[in-house]
């Protein structure tokens, strides 16, 4: 019953160690709501994400001490239950900085990073602006997904008439680990997923791939990180008919060991230059092979995704994939070259589909009794 604190240097639910399930929500502003009206919901916000990570109910009364003639301030479904790991992680989209319009409405547009671009189109993508983008992003991760959904409604409900809940996401379990202290999950694919991910432990990755500096040229968002999010439907019933052998070659791993097929085990460096028979051992088509710094100017993600199934689609087949989520310190030459690359050459692409895309600006954690992004209004 790990519990993570909501205010620090930086946020919570970024480097910390990948909890079991996710909720995340991307809201809209409502048109309504002026300068003023958007910080008071994040100082709101923040007050409430600061009780639930700490296991309590949200408002003074939480969900059964107010009066009998009022609604609860707390909607009640996480009582009893702990803190359950639950971090609650704020982002902002571009279109916080200038709405569709180009209009400045929250007095903000000199301060948009020119690390949070537009992302640009990638081959293949067939994206539903209806779940994509956002103002504002919640992430709520939790090891119980009652606790994580819990977050989500109360903070969306006490967003009631500032902002409106524009798409979100259940995700039921992790496909990283942002910890050595972790054992490595497995993704719909079945293969271990997060192996050569940063991890928490490795400092000098982190500071280099993770965290925004004031240097980087936006001060209000030193200590806080970008997050690209997509939403990766995979074709589950074509991935099971391809053979054992093929589907090694795609991903560049052993699916039991997740062993790079170049030899070793799980944690071996892959090497691109190991031949057999003549052949690389290691496909350079191979995900990992695409993915891997060498070829990406050094380039690494944390990678925080989420398994996800939704059900199935008309032709009775399961509507399920990976809700991918990286953090990064500068999307430029980190998430954009990268995908550019697979989206081009991967041999995965034949099983997978992007259908969401989204990007925020992660800022760094809160002071006590402060609001995140509260650097962003100074
Ligand atoms: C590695 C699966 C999408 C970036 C891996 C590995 C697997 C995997 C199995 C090897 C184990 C590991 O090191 O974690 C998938 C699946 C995807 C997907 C199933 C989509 C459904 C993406 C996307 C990106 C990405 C969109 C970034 C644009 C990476 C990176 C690595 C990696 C950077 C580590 C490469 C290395 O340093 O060895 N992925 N991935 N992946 N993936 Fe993906």
């Not at 916000?45 to 639930?52: G, L, P, Q, V």
């Not at 560049?252 to 097929?261: C, D, M, N, S, V």
């Not at 034949?350 to 995140?372: D, Q, T």
Request: charged share 20%; hydrophobic share 40%; aromatic share 8%.
């Amino acid at each position: 019953n790990a519990r993570y604190p909501f205010y620090g240097a930086h946020q919570s639910g970024i480097v910390t160690p990948a909890q079991d399930r996710l909720h995340f929500a991307a809201f809209d502003i409502a048109a309504s709501c002026d300068r003023a009206g958007l910080i008071s919901l994040l100082t709101d916000w923040s007050d409430a994400a600061a009780r639930m990570t700490a296991g309590e109910d949200v408002g003074q009364d939480g969900a059964t001490g107010g009066p009998l003639q009022a609604p609860p301030e707390d909607t009640g479904e996480a009582l009893g239950l702990p803190a359950s790991a639950l971090t609650i992680t704020i982002g902002f989209g571009p279109s916080l900085f200038t709405d569709a319009d180009g209009a400045d409405r929250f007095g903000i547009a000199d301060r948009r990073p020119s690390a949070l671009v537009d992302l640009p189109h990638f081959s293949g993508d067939i994206l539903d602006p209806a779940i994509s983008g956002g103002d504002v992003c919640i992430q709520a991760c939790a090891d119980d997904p009652q606790v994580a959904v819990h977050a989500i409604r109360n903070l969306s409900r006490i967003a009631f008439g500032r902002a409106a809940l524009r798409w979100s996401q259940l995700g039921f379990g992790r496909t990283s680990s942002t910890s050595t202290s972790q054992q490595t999950p497995r993704n719909l694919f079945g293969f271990k997923d997060g192996t050569a991910n940063v991890k928490a432990e490795n400092g000098d990755d982190v500071q280099t791939a993770v965290w925004a500096d004031a240097a980087d040229g936006t001060e209000w968002m030193a200590g806080g990180s970008y997050l690209v999010t997509r939403k990766i439907r995979m074709i589950i019933e074509t991935w099971d008919r391809a053979s054992l052998g093929e589907q090694q070659r795609i991903i560049g791993r052993t699916k039991g060991e997740g062993a790079p097929l170049s030899g070793g085990t799980e944690f071996t460096e892959p090497d691109f230059d190991r031949t057999v028979d003549g052949a690389p051992a290691i496909d350079p088509h191979s995900h990992v092979h695409l993915a891997h710094p060498s070829v990406n100017e050094k380039a690494m993600l944390l990678r925080r995704g989420y398994n996800y199934v939704e059900g199935n689609d008309e032709l009775g087949r399961l509507n399920a994939g990976l809700f991918f989520m990286a953090y990064q310190r500068d999307p430029r030459r980190q998430f954009i070259p990268i995908q550019r690359r697979l989206a081009a050459n991967d041999l995965m692409n034949e099983y997978v589909r992007h259908v969401s895309s989204a990007i925020f600006a992660v800022p760094p954690g809160a002071a006590e009794g402060g609001f995140v992004g509260s650097g962003l209004f100074g």
